[in-house]
């Protein structure tokens, strides 16, 4: 680039030659240079006219503070709805815990009383004191990391109930499998082991609990299963067999009627026949057995526990356990 100089007092011309880069760095001096006395006239002009509410500049002041105050109000309106939100979640979420909270105590015996007891601690009276340190008010940040951290631990304390609860369903679920139920109301007749036979007169086994009732008395399951058999038996006369699971069977027999058929599922309590004197029978009555792994067991260990009838299906496994290995010894 070159600029060329005359003056009418001088024949000679003088020539100016400015390269590239020179006029790169002239441009950005200016720039500079600009840059410069605009904040100066932005600070000494515009900031005074602010303070001193000079009659227009101060007016284009009020719009530019106006529009940033816009929007910051925007951003916060925008957070804080973003909180609400995650506020509205966590609450949602405190009411489903708190619902599966009453379910869990409710089964595993606890009193919600005790639990709020338990989270609350009651402060003893007495005297208070100590230095006081002014708690500093969180910020936007910090809220939503706590909110975050809150989130995360109601949904691992739900997972926790949720697990907690369906062990305790599992549960049970399995003691509703356990025949701890009379099937019949009334006073126990014979009971189980050896007495005289009464037909032959002769010492004999009795593997099960006899309740002398009148024809037609309503007989009710012991406790939830499928119906494996019911069908007529020399010796039981119309006899009903229930499949508990894990080896576990009841049996009613002598029965004048037959309310349920083979293949059936029955719940504790639901009426499966009716008493009556069929088969090897002196009179109506219902005989009610209690096998495990087909061994007949004394049924009033069942009836009479108070734990469901867990410990007396252990103690019958555990009899079993050890009559076979006592058994595998011999034959070894």
Known sequence: ????????????????????????GASLALVTILTLL??????????????????????VMKLVVRDEFAQRDRFMRENLD????????????????????????????????????????VEAPGGKGGPFVPANSPSLDQLNGLVGALDEQT??????????????????????????SRPVEGPVGSGFGFRTDPFSGRAALHTGLDFPADIGVAINAAAGGVVQLAEVHPA?????????????????????KMLVKTGDIVKRGQLIGLVGTSGRSTGPHLHFEVLVDGVPQNPTKFLASGDGGAKALAAARGARSRR???????GG
Do not use: C
């Open 1 to 24: 680039m070159q600029i060329l100089i005359t003056h009418g007092s001088i024949a000679r011309t003088r020539v100016l030659h400015i390269g590239r880069w020179q006029l790169l």
């Open 38 to 59: 605009s904040g100066t006239i932005y600070h000494f002009v515009f900031l005074k006219a602010a303070r001193e509410g000079w009659p227009l500049v101060s007016q």
């Open 82 to 121: 973003a909180m609400a939100r995650k506020v509205g979640e966590m609450q949602a979420k405190l009411i489903k815990l708190e619902a599966i909270g009453e379910r869990v105590s409710g089964m595993a015996g606890v009193k919600p009383d005790e639990l709020i007891q338990v989270a609350k601690p």
């Open 155 to 180: 949904d691992q304390s739900t997972d926790l109930f949720t697990m907690i609860e369906s062990r305790l369903l599992e549960k049970r679920l399995a003691m509703l499998m356990v025949p701890n």
């Open 236 to 256: 039981y006369g119309n006899l009903i067999e229930i499949d508990h699971g894990r080896g576990l069977v009841t049996r009613y027999a002598h029965t004048s």
């Open 324 to 330: 076979s290995a006592a058994a595998a010894n011999d």
